[in-house]
T-cell receptor, first 113, second 108 residues
Framework: NAGVIQTPRHKVTGKGQEATLWCEPI?????VFWYRQTIVQGLEFLTY????????DSGMPKERFSAQMPNQSHSTLKIQSTQPQDSAVYLC???????????FGSGTRLLVI | GQQVQQSPASLVLQEGENAELQCNFSTSLNSMQWFYQRPGGSLVSLFYNPSGTKHSGRLTSTTVIKERRSSLHISSSQTTDSGTYLCALESNTNKVVFGTGTRLQVLP
């Protein structure tokens, strides 16, 4: 069990560029979550999928952020026209479903300059 | 208001001392999980504890749903325990909310 795999580990983009972050959940886990972590805001919920369907994206900045889960083996978080305030560690987690524990990936550290 | 509150926000101990970290929540609970994070590190699950008491080495987690609280007890602290401890609550609407964390520093 390789755990939740996130790639890339680090990404630097110029302001206005697009960034795509990848997450591979643990095999068999039906729920996938995306969080963002900064020193100022702490851990912020972004969105989650269950059985590949988007369930709750209430934490997603609507205009430039989007997330997909095209198959059960990976999810992507795309940020268009990145801004310096998007700089953060983006964390993906997966679980078997509700009332189950969560396993986090190592995160993608995004720096927008 | 904040659904999950952790206390204390920060704590400094001498090695060997015990620590009691608290997590209080204001919403209905489906599950509670405690995580540990080193600076710059990923979140490591310590306990999945929706109710009752669980032990793991020097760590003990107790969740009392009626009182809307969960605690994490660290006994005989070590310098390697330094880091941030986060509780995460899954509400009955299946949304997971994290507390703001307790930053622990254990001095030699």
């Amino acid at each position: 069990n390789a755990g939740v795999i996130q790639t890339p580990r680090h990404k630097v983009t110029g302001k206005g560029q697009e960034a795509t972050l990848w997450c591979e959940p643990i095999s068999g886990h039906s729920a996938v979550f995306w969080y963002r972590q900064t020193i100022v805001q702490g851990l912020e919920f972004l969105t989650y999928f269950r059985n590949q369907a988007p369930i709750d994206d209430s934490g997603m900045p609507k205009e430039r952020f989007s997330a997909q889960m095209p198959n059960q083996s990976h999810s992507t978080l795309k940020i268009q026209s990145t801004q310096p305030q998007d700089s953060a560690v983006y964390l993906c987690a997966s679980s078997l479903g509700t009332n189950s524990d969560y396993t986090f990936g190592s995160g993608t550290r995004l720096l927008v300059i | 208001g904040q659904q999950v509150q952790q206390s204390p926000a920060s704590l400094v101990l001498q090695e060997g001392e015990n620590a009691e970290l608290q997590c209080n929540f204001s919403t209905s609970l489906n599950s509670m999980q405690w995580f540990y994070q080193r600076p710059g590190g990923s979140l490591v699950s310590l306990f999945y504890n929706p109710s009752g008491t669980k032990h793991s080495g020097r760590l003990t987690s107790t969740t009392v749903i009626k009182e809307r609280r969960s605690s994490l007890h660290i006994s005989s602290s070590q310098t390697t325990d330094s880091g941030t401890y986060l509780c995460a609550l899954e509400s009955n609407t299946n949304k997971v909310v994290f507390g703001t964390g307790t930053r622990l520093q254990v001095l030699p």
